[in-house]
């Protein structure tokens, strides 16, 4: 049998010349000791996120579950637990309702309209939560709150109280469904403008009318944004302490964080009873983002054209005008409002329900920037917010870069890195400061009443959004310009500080001035991780309202609003107005 042997294929004088393409290397090391050094990341990350919560926890289930077990038998915890709820989903109702129509009336403003009033409704985020809540106050007061004086004044209402009592829960309800009015409408006008107008048109052309359309084509549509501000609102109702802490307390309306926060007050601290009260939060959180990934589904059916098309909807004006209305009654009453009544206090010989432009004096701001406890806790709230923010942001880069290029990693170490990087959002930042103060006052850490105990807790909460912004300017820069400097050679350590870094700077320059204005407000952990010598702006600011000190309340919290309009001006000059989205 012959055997045909094929001819041997003849040698390209081209190809041999062509020196070899260079080969590609991974946007992140990926060998088998870079994994360890990614897998320590994670663990230090881990450690970081749960050493304030795991160790608390488990003082609730310990010695036969002895914290939970009392939590049972603990009088009017019934009613707190039924607060709690009502408050968050209270909150839920009122800030998805507020916030789903501010969006929708921007989004039928005309062009020139738009560009000036849809910024507005974000106000309310960037106003110091204390300072924000004594506002309400100072307008919503029983007796001296400049609204009720003005309603008692009409023919409508007489008497010496009321007719508001902002102290109730309805009130609180309502100011907490106001304040996060204000995430809602980020999600959903982010979400509208994504969408495009395509669909929308489609049904009109077909016959439908405007609610028609809106009910049956845009809304559903939005369900993705509606699910992410709906569980986002929700924790952050659950776990409000600021407002029912300063408005509760005078009536008597008790939250899970602010019985807490009692406890934390009495000598020896109960660390049992108190980390049982937040085992249900932290339960109720894990349901909630479980939840909300299977509501989610497949995003792809509730992708839109978004920017790809041209907005070409033919805008009434009426319309448009009655939307800027609506929109400019929310930032009057969320915002502008509450500023004004803060600066007339600040400057006023004594807070009363009267208008009197004639006793306005500037002794109230010369006698508190003469205290020097105010004075150390200015300096401290620099010192600890700035030494957070520049800790915190190269690890939320590292975290981001394994994050973006998890495909490099072990298969759990990305999944790892993107849980334990977002789980401070999902507890309760007072739950958070009681789990700080149990873990720092350990004798094996030892660092309670320090500063260094602030800047570790900030840097900790901090992490979910030094990874969010730095994940979002890592996915904005795209893969093309870093593979084609690798493609070229360069090691990805070269890349990253030659090519990533530059690039990310305006990100970078964004996120630390947006973070910085975070923790300049920053009140549940400071409040808990307070010491004599060692206090910030928030908890001076607090004090000073407990005491009754209306007019030393009311110049700290402007201070504290003017420190943080300077920080929001920061990031808007680096980042745009885009900035305040990643909040």
Known sequence: MQTIEKPATAPDPQRRATPDAPRRRPLIPGGEGHQLLWMLLAAVVAVMVLMPLIPLQLRAWENDADGMRRLTEMEGVVEVLRTTVFLGFGGLVVGLLMGTILALCTYSMTPRLRSVLEFLPVLPMIIPAVAHVVGFVFLFSPEN???NSFLRWTPFFDGTTGPINVYTLPWIIFYTGTHLAAFVYMFVYTGLRNLGSDYTLAARVNGAG????????????????????????????LGQFTGPLILGRREGVDVVTTEMYELSAEYPVDYGLASALGTPLIILAIVLVVLQRRMLGNQNRFVGQGTATVD????????????GFV???????????????????????????????????????????????????????L????????LVLPVGMLVALGIYNKDRLWRPLGSVLDIVANLPLTVPAALLGFGFLFAFSNPAIGIYGTKASLILAYV?????????????????LGRQTLEASQVSGAHPLRTFFQITLPLSRTGIVTSAAMMFVLLTHEF??????????????SVVLYDQYASGSYPRVAVIALIMTVMTAVGVAAAMFFGGRKALEKL
């Open 327 to 381: 929109v400019s009654a929310y930032v009057l009453v969320a915002a502008v409002l509450p500023i004004l009544a803060i600066a007339f206090v600040a400057f006023s010989p004594f807070w009363s329900g009267n208008l009197d432009f004639s006793v306005l004096t500037g002794q109230n701001v010369s006698d508190v920037l003469a205290d020097e406890k105010v004075r150390q806790s200015i300096v401290t709230t």
């Open 210 to 237: 405007g609610l028609r359309a809106l009910f049956t084509i845009t809304l559903p549509l939005l369900r993705p944004s509606f699910i992410y501000a709906g569980v986002v609102v929700l924790l952050l109702s």
């Open 145 to 147: 709150g400049y609204v």
């Open 460 to 476: 900790t909460i901090m992490i979910p959004y030094a990874v969010r912004y730095q994940l979002a300017t890592l996915v904005s």
């Open 524 to 537: 549940g952990v400071s409040l808990l991780l307070r010491a004599p010598d060692v206090n910030v702006m």
């Open 383 to 390: 010192v600890v917010s700035v030494l957070g923010v520049l």
């Open 312 to 323: 070409n909807r033919m805008l009434s004006p009426l319309v448009s005008a009655l939307s």
